[in-house]
């Protein structure tokens, strides 16, 4: 069964208290409508509807990778011509202070999943997926041809 995809205004509802919705669609200084379609739109072309069982949970995760490409949609637009792009920073350093982060070999070995690691929206969507990919096999006796 194919499920619907949710709306800004379902978007709009589970991060009401993440983002600074535009209630006027003009003020690009807040999160436009356009802005959550872009998301919703990338978020429909890297999304397969088959690892869901129920509605949702289907919206819940959807929701969550949009919201993950409207914060580097964000952040691009933020940096306009000056950005650059970056990949996943295992560590910074300023100073005296440091951090570091262990990010999964798994992880860092796939491009798309590293991409997801960089906005804490993307590694929620993840945490989903992850369990979601691996999973028994089984194979099926039958031809190859005809």
């Known amino acids: 069964m194919p499920f619907v995809n949710p709306t800004p205004a379902q978007f709009r509802l589970q991060f009401q208290r993440d983002f600074p919705f535009a209630s006027d669609q003009t003020d690009t200084t807040k999160v436009m409508d356009s802005d959550i379609n872009s998301a919703l739109l990338a978020a429909g072309v890297n999304f397969n509807q088959a690892l869901f069982g129920d509605q949702p949970t289907y919206s819940y995760a959807f929701n969550l990778l949009a919201a993950h490409y409207l914060v580097t949609s964000l952040l691009s637009s933020a940096q306009g011509i000056q950005g650059q792009g970056e990949w996943t920073t295992q560590s910074k350093g300023a ?19 590293a991409l ?7 590694m929620l969507y ?4 992850l369990p979601k990919l691996i999973g028994a096999m089984i194979t099926v006796y039958g031809p190859t041809k005809p």
């Open 95 to 113: 100073g005296n202070l440091s951090t570091a982060f262990a990010i999964p070999e798994r992880i860092l070995a796939n491009p798309t999943m």
């Open 126 to 129: 993840l945490e989903l997926m």
């Open 116 to 122: 997801l690691s960089k906005t804490r929206y993307g």
